[in-house]
């Protein structure tokens, strides 16, 4: 009996060191929603990569058209995690959906693009003309109204331009069929209509806001005090991907390009390849983690426009909605 004492004492420890990990393996998959933009692309590389599964994190990752829909998917508790863009997040915040937005994603992606065959040249010429944008009130219209058609083009939003609302994926057909005369879109949409021929870029957005901050990190004050310890395993899992974007760009490319199905594109008789759009697209866009002090100011300006422009009913400072502690925390573990 005296021998079998070490080893049922060793036979406990290793029993009691695995509850934890069965414990890990019984919880529930944390609910990732992403905006289907090749910005969110360490959405995808942190799944593709198993960057998850090496912090021990059990994921159900899903894509949605908008920022508003994946808001919606997480008022409804539905989604306990999000990549999506700020504005969303603290609109509906303002309407009572307590969240906090942890880390950055991407710098820029949002571009202008204009039928060759019109005289649009810059934005003050879109004044009297058709443009592709997306949902109203949504993030990118955000940025569109605000920014770009009030601050550089000194247009009025609702008078001088005639806005229609469409899917990104559809906006490139509805410029070559000259439905629109111009297109406010994002990655890998612009790109594609770019290489193809039948758009000129107008603006990018990044030449005049140099690496603005868009695509966040964000999670519902319930997801924050329920399952603290794997949102700390979520932002490690981002940064790795995010490092893996930086150093490894060949293989990312190949991965947002099977990712987001991207097709190979006809030019006249020159035949674009996928890798090519991604490479194309990574000119207007990169990807970053922290949330530096300038992009901090940003968002605090995009919800200056959102009060101006009636999407919320009430002012809000951006230390209401950031929270920078969990993405600290979770460097701290790299």
Same mark, same amino acid.
């Given at each position: ?12 420890? $290793? ?12 919880? #529930? #998959? ?6 289907? &933009?090749? *910005? ?12 998850? &599964? $090496? ?30 863009? *700020? ?15 942890? $880390? ?6 949002? $571009? ?56 990104? *994926?559809?906006?490139? /057909? ?7 005369? &111009? ?26 806001? #140099? ?11 319930? /997801?924050?005090?329920?399952? #603290? ?7 490690? &899992?981002?940064?790795? *991907? ?28 020159? /035949? ?23 992009? +901090? +100011? ?37």
């Amino acid at each position: 009996m005296l021998r079998l004492k070490p080893l049922l004492i060793l036979l406990a420890a $290793a029993a009691s060191c695995h509850l934890p990990l069965a414990r890990a393996a019984d919880k #529930p #998959p944390l609910r990732i929603g992403w905006v289907f &933009a090749m *910005a969110n692309a360490p959405a995808i590389i942190a799944d593709k990569k198993g960057f998850y &599964a $090496a912090e021990g994190l059990k994921v159900e990752v899903k894509s949605f058209g908008d920022g508003p829909v994946v808001q919606q998917a997480l008022a409804a508790g539905e989604l306990d995690v999000a990549y999506v863009g *700020a504005p969303p997040v603290y609109q509906w915040f303002s309407r009572g959906l307590d969240s906090r937005i942890l $880390a950055k994603v991407n710098y820029g992606q949002a $571009a202008v693009i204009a039928d060759r065959s019109e005289g649009v040249k810059t934005v003050a010429d879109l004044k009297g003309k058709k443009l592709a944008g997306v949902a109203r009130g949504s993030g990118m219209d955000v940025l569109l109204r605000g920014f770009v058609l009030k601050e550089i083009g000194g247009l009025d939003p609702d008078k001088d331009v005639d806005i229609v609302s469409m899917p990104p *994926a559809n906006m490139a /057909t509805a410029l070559q069929n000259q439905q629109v005369d &111009a297109i406010f879109t994002w990655e890998p949409f612009a790109s594609e209509s770019l290489l193809s021929g039948r758009g000129r870029l107008v603006l990018d957005v990044n030449q005049k806001l #140099p690496n603005y901050p868009w695509y966040v990190v964000m999670a519902p004050a319930k /997801t924050l005090k329920e399952r #603290p310890d794997d949102v700390i395993r979520l932002l490690r &899992a981002h940064i790795k *991907a995010i490092d893996f974007l930086q150093k490894n760009p060949d293989e990312a490319n190949r991965i947002i390009a099977d990712a987001f199905q991207i097709a190979p594109i006809k030019n006249g008789s020159k /035949t674009i390849e996928p890798l090519a759009v991604v490479q194309e697209a990574r000119k207007r866009l990169g990807w970053a983690w922290r949330l530096e002090a300038a992009d +901090q +100011q940003f968002i605090q300006r995009l919800m200056d426009y959102s009060l101006s422009l009636g999407f919320m009913n009430k002012a809000l400072k951006v230390e209401q909605v950031v929270d920078t502690s969990w993405l600290q925390r979770a460097e701290q573990g790299r």
